[in-house]
Structures are given as C-alpha cells and as structure tokens.
C-alpha cells in the first residue's frame, strides 16, 4: 500500500475529479458506497429527519466553502491553497476490500494526517472518496471553522508511511516492505473480527429498510399492486354477467393474500438487529456567501448510484 501526497489546492474540483476519475459534475449523486467516510460534523448540515445524496459538484462546493468563508487565514508557507489531497493505492494483486475495511483505512489516515481529531469540535472538513479499484482519496480543507489553519504533524510522509505498514499488517495487505511482521497475523485477526461486526450490522440495517419499503401502506409496491387489484375487483362487482362476481371474489381473495404479506415483511423487517452504527446522513448544501454565485440548493432525494 503506497500512499502520496499531492500538491495543495486552491479548490476541490480537480482534486475531486482526479478521486473520481471523471470530471465533477452536477448530476450523479454519491452515495456512501462512494464517500466511505468523512469529518464526524458533517450530519450538522442535514435538517433533523431528512435524507439527501449529494452530487460531486456539492461535495466540492462544500469543501471549498470555509475557504470562501474564512479568506484571511494563510498556510505556514503564506500561502492560501487550502485543499489537501492524498490517495492510497493498493497493491494490483491485493484481495477488494469491503467498505468497513474503506471506512476504517480513511479514518486511520486522516488521524495520522492530522486532518480528523476525534472529539474536535473545530476540526476541518474532510471526505475519504473510494471510486477506483484499489484506490482510496482523502480531501480536506485545511481551513478550520475557527478561522485557523490545520496544523499537520511533522515528517507527514515518515507518519503515513508507518500507519500503512500497520494496517497492511492487520488487513493482510501485500507490502512493499521486504520480511514477514511477526505480529501480522493476530492483528489481521482482530480487525476481521471487527469488520465481520460492522459487516454484518450493516447488511442486516439496509434489509429491513428493503423490506420496511416493500411493506409500507402508503408508498410500497405492494400495497400499489394491491390497490389495483382491490380496484379491478370493485369494477367487476358491478358487470351484470355471472363471471363478474365470482372473479371478482378471486381477486379480493388474492389482494388479502398480499395484505398478509406486507404484515409479514414488516414484522420481519421489525426482527431483524438494528445497525451498530447510525447510517451516514448526507448534509445540505452550505449557504451561498455575499457576493458569490448560488451554490445548488436544490434537494435530490432520489439515489443514483455511482
């Protein structure tokens, strides 16, 4: 696992768009198969209850945003190119890691980066982007809330080098460091432990939610088909021939059977454990600053996958 350090930016469209491996535009949204982590103040720009999937030209516009905000604060080098990139490249023979796995390496090394603080409240904002086979890219905007500048560790490149050969060694990863680690392999079986739990929480949260859809009374597919036949019954109650009634009895018959099944999914969906962890919310697009043009404030509920 190589990790490398790009040049700073003054925006997020082109360090986006290199994560992405296309332009950044305003039309695919990113779901969190695709941003598989991020600064834990990101839930703050969701309203309470509501759900959104940002496209790649909000993510960018939201990351650029305290820059626009906050144009005063400059780097230790007097310059004021904030966006900080870096990807994590696997080795080409390394196995497809799962998102847990995505999830845990972003948040490893954008605390060695110093980037993500926990319990931070000023921390700066951050995604991990994970939408090219066996890569992974962390930006950040290296202006904080507070109107300072992110300081990050000395000898970076020597920190993350040393977090890579311990998650190679936990994850089973291919290494370019030559000779066995002795530890390698109780601590690949901690985090398959770890990430088996993660994995198995997260499987069984996004079934019930497929099943809660499927049941729901007022938008769910079955209770559609149900509707309809509920309404072909109606009709041919009211046909004079002697077919209509009995037909029309078959398919009442059959629009109850499909009641009971939507009971049945829900109580199943009601069994099956909750989530270890809550699911990522995706926040709303930050306000636009005087003097700037809009950034997009239209709601996009509808997923489309990347």
């Not at 904080?144 to 994850?171: C, M, N």
Request: glycine share 6%; proline share 10%; with cysteine.
């Amino acid at each position: 696992m190589i990790i490398r350090i790009g040049p700073r930016d003054s925006s997020a469209d082109e360090p986006l768009a290199e994560a992405l491996g296309r332009p950044v535009g305003d039309r695919e949204g990113l779901t969190h198969h695709t941003v598989v982590a991020h600064w834990e103040h990101l839930d703050l720009y969701t309203p309470l209850g509501e759900r959104q999937i940002w496209t790649s030209a909000e993510f960018a516009e939201h990351l650029d945003d305290p820059r626009r905000r906050h144009p005063a604060p400059v780097s230790p080098h007097g310059d004021r190119r904030a966006i900080w990139h870096a990807d994590v490249r696997l080795h080409p023979d390394d196995r497809d890691l799962t998102g847990p796995e995505w999830s845990e390496i972003a948040h490893r090394i954008a605390r060695a980066a110093g980037i993500h603080r926990p319990g931070d409240d000023h921390g700066c904002r951050w995604i991990a982007v994970q939408a090219q086979p066996g890569r992974l890219d962390l930006l950040a905007n290296l202006v904080r809330p507070d109107d300072t500048w992110t300081p990050q560790p000395h000898r970076l490149p020597a920190l993350l080098s040393a977090e890579s050969r311990r998650i190679e060694a936990e994850l089973g990863l291919i290494s370019p460091r030559t000779g066995p680690d002795p530890q390698q392999a109780a601590q690949q079986a901690r985090f398959v432990g770890r990430t088996r739990q993660a994995s198995t929480a997260d499987t069984t949260s996004q079934l019930a939610a497929l099943l809660r859809q499927l049941a729901d009374e007022r938008t769910g597919p079955l209770s559609t088909v149900r509707g309809l036949i509920e309404h072909a019954a109606h009709r041919l109650e009211d046909l004079p021939d002697a077919y209509g009634p009995d037909s029309a009895h078959r398919l009442e018959l059959i629009a109850h059977r499909l009641y009971g099944i939507q009971q049945s999914l829900d109580s199943t969906a009601a069994a099956l454990p909750a989530a270890a962890r809550p699911a990522l919310v995706w926040p709303t697009p930050p306000a636009p600053t005087p003097g700037l043009a809009p950034g997009p404030t239209d709601t996009r509920l509808a997923r489309s996958p990347v």
